[in-house]
């Protein structure tokens, strides 16, 4: 089971290849070493109202509109391998609006990490909560 103890930096990839690059999907990759690594930044920063610059750096909690015990328990979830359900997720945007995402989420055991593709839900749509994860 893939566990972190620190939260998931999210950082743009160095080489995520022209299709991310231009793709209009939230892709990312979770490395063991904390990194959320956005494959397709731009399309990141379109849902989240951020220069892909801006996201750089930020935690993944950081962007979750949740108190730090809450945004662990989702960021366990979203590193559960043995979980292959999709993971509605809550983000905050720039300018304070919230937006839920779906987390689709792929487990290679090969690179040691997670693929993620994140679909943004209809406004108005609320997070499930989430059994807890200790």
């Not at 892909?52 to 391998?81: F, I, Q, T, Y």
């Amino acid at each position: 089971m893939m566990r972190l103890l620190a939260d998931l930096m999210l950082v743009l990839s160095c080489n995520p290849g022209k299709a991310c690059k231009e793709s209009d999907v939230m892709m990312a990759r979770v490395r063991r070493s904390g990194l959320f690594e956005l494959l397709s930044a731009a399309a990141w920063a379109r849902a989240l109202g951020y220069a892909p610059d801006e996201l750089s750096g930020k935690s993944l909690s950081e962007l979750m509109p949740l108190k730090k015990p809450a945004a662990s328990r989702v960021m366990a979830a979203l590193l559960d391998d043995e979980d292959t359900q999709p993971l509605d997720v809550t983000l905050r945007c720039k300018d304070e609006r919230r937006k839920c995402f779906r987390f689709h989420r792929r487990f290679d055991p090969y690179q040691d990490a997670i693929y993620v593709v994140a679909d943004e839900l209809p406004e108005g749509h609320r997070v499930a909560p989430r059994p807890a994860y200790g």
